[in-house]
Structures are given as C-alpha cells and as structure tokens.
C-alpha cells in the first residue's frame, strides 16, 4: 500500500505540473500563433486554464489524502512537501475563483481586448488582473517543483 500511496504523490504533482507546464509552454503559444485573432487565443486559453485548475486542486487534494495515510496521521499536513501543496491549492483557488471571474467580466465588458484601447481603464485592470494570474500560476510551479522535490527525496 506504500507504493500504491507513494506513486498517488508524485503522478499527481507530475500531472499537475506537466498540465502547467504544456499550457504555458505549447498550448498558449500555439493558440497564440495560428488562431484567428488574440481574442479567440485568450478565450481558449482561459478555458483550459480553468480546466486545469479544477484538475489540479483534485490532484492536490489526492496528494494531501495519500500524505496523511503515509503518516497515518494528520502529521502528513505539516511535512514541508505537503505544505507546498496546501499553498499550490490556495494560489490555484485564489486564481479559479477570484481573478479568472473577474478578468472574464471584463473581457465580456470591452467584447475584444484586443481591440480595447491600451489606456482603457477596463483593459488596464485586464491587464493587472491578467499579470496577477500569471504570478500565481508561477508560485504554484515553483510550489509544485519544490514538493515533487521534496516526496521523491523523502522517498525511501
């Protein structure tokens, strides 16, 4: 059952990660570079970064699970990888449930960011928002580096 427990930590923060990694590095992109216009490109995006979130906080929540049977007991919350994943679940929940919402209101507000003046004071909070979400995806990486580091290490 220890490998069974062991395996669930690191496919879980594997997939969570490799999901982070492929949108940010070959979907957004490519979604970027051929569809027809930049709002289409963020509207696909948004959607599988909301995909993405969801599975994540499933994976997270999986990982926390497998740690407090491994230390058959709620001590499996306090260990240094499991706190990385309980801060990976609260950026992720921060961003799904608090930026995204906002940053779709207003890209339904000014119909085309693209389109949307720069100076725009709708395309200038868009444009916060949007900055915020991805230093938030990028804590939850570096979180999420750290904690695969962390279980494989103290796997023994």
């Known amino acids: 059952m220890t490998h069974i427990l062991r395996f669930l930590q690191v496919f879980t923060l594997g997939t969570w990660l490799g999901g ?9 992109p490519a979604a970027f570079g051929t569809l027809g216009s930049r709002d289409q490109a963020g509207a696909l995006v948004g959607l599988i970064l909301a995909r993405l ?7 997270g929540v999986i ?30 929940a921060y961003s799904n449930w608090r930026v995204t919402p906002r940053m779709a209101n207003l890209r339904a507000q000014m119909v085309s ?30 979180l999420g580096l750290a904690a695969l580091f962390l279980t494989v290490r103290n796997h023994r």
Do not use: Q, W
């Open 20 to 28: 982070i990694l492929y949108l940010s590095f070959a979907v957004a």
């Open 53 to 59: 979130h969801i599975f994540g906080m499933i994976f």
């Open 63 to 92: 990982y926390l699970l497998a740690s407090i049977a491994l230390d058959k007991s709620l001590g499996g919350f306090v260990r240094p990888a499991a706190l990385c994943v309980i801060l990976m679940l609260a950026l992720t």
């Open 113 to 142: 960011v693209d389109r949307t003046p720069r100076d725009n004071p709708l395309r200038v909070e868009f444009g916060r928002l949007h900055r915020i979400s991805v230093r938030l995806e990028s804590g939850v990486l570096l």
